[in-house]
């Protein structure tokens, strides 16, 4: 549209000048919309990212989970075998007492016996 250089009243120049101001209005909204979709890009982008280390996460510590249950086990194996392994000494320190009372025992009467022959030869 033309407008005359002095011409500051007429609908022409109004028409003119609402234009310009639209022209900018649009130009503005469109900067806003870029920045918004671009924003917008942002957190989807973080979105993503933090999905994914969540769910690593979640990974991570399900094997955690299973790698305790592991060591439960093992540990309940141990003392179980640490149980038997007490009942088996103690089994056996009853074995040696029986046998160091049987030995004793022979000891004895291999004394008297050599007592006795010992007074017997005499």
């Known amino acids: 549209m033309q407008v005359a250089n002095n011409d500051r009243a007429s609908l022409m120049y109004s028409m003119h000048a609402m234009q310009s101001r639209l022209t900018e209005t649009i130009a503005q909204i469109?900067?806003?919309?870029?920045?918004?979709?671009?924003a917008s890009r942002e957190i989807a982008d973080?979105?993503?990212?933090?999905?994914?280390?969540?769910e690593e996460q979640a990974a991570s510590l399900a094997e955690t989970a299973s790698s305790m249950e592991e060591l439960?086990?093992?540990?309940?194996?141990n003392s179980?075998?640490?149980?038997?392994?007490?009942?088996?000494a103690q089994g056996a320190s009853s074995t040696?007492?029986?046998?160091s009372s049987v030995v004793a025992g022979v000891v004895a009467t291999m004394n008297r016996i050599a007592g006795r022959s010992s007074?017997?030869?005499a």
């Open 46 to 54: 973080g979105h993503t990212d933090l999905s994914s280390r969540t």
């Open 72 to 77: 439960t086990s093992t540990v309940r194996v």
């Open 96 to 99: 040696v007492e029986s046998g």
């Open 80 to 88: 179980e075998s640490a149980s038997q392994a007490s009942q088996l």
């Open 30 to 38: 469109k900067l806003v919309a870029d920045g918004i979709t671009a």
């Open 119 to 121: 007074t017997s030869s």
